[in-house]
Nanobody, 116 residues
Framework: QVQLVESGGGLVQPGGSPRLSCAAS????????MGWYRQAPGKQRELVAA???????NYVDSVKGRFTISRDNAKKTVYLQMNSLKPEDTAVYYC??????????WGQGTQVTVSS
């Protein structure tokens, strides 16, 4: 059974620097592209950052220079370090594991609210 379990969300002040974690089980973690998506109220889910098994990363423009995605294949965990948070970063953040053209697994999501 595949499980992706996110943690690290919550209420954060503007400018804060939380780190999200996603622990995976039930998959050969190193072969999956791992990603973080987010969905704000009334908006479509968007890809925030992704990282291949080899460590190649990509980011949506709005978070470049502020967010860093990383992974530990031995621990089967992917991280999202978020710095300089803005109110517009408020969303539910989802962990995703992607392989090939059709395989996608999702976590349950973790709420990040940026507010003073």
């Amino acid at each position: 059974q595949v499980q992706l379990v996110e943690s690290g969300g919550g209420l954060v002040q503007p400018g804060g620097s939380p780190r999200l974690s996603c622990a995976a089980s039930g998959i050969i973690f190193s072969i999956y592209v791992m990603g973080w998506y987010r969905q704000a109220p009334g908006k479509q889910r968007e890809l925030v950052a992704a990282i291949t098994g080899g460590g190649t990363t990509n980011y949506v423009d709005s978070v470049k220079g502020r967010f860093t995605i990383s992974r530990d294949n031995a621990k089967k965990t992917v991280y999202l370090q978020m710095n300089s948070l803005k109110p517009e970063d408020t969303a539910v953040y989802y962990c995703n594991a992607h392989y090939g053209q059709k395989v996608d697994y999702w976590g349950q999501g973790t709420q990040v609210t940026v507010s003073s």
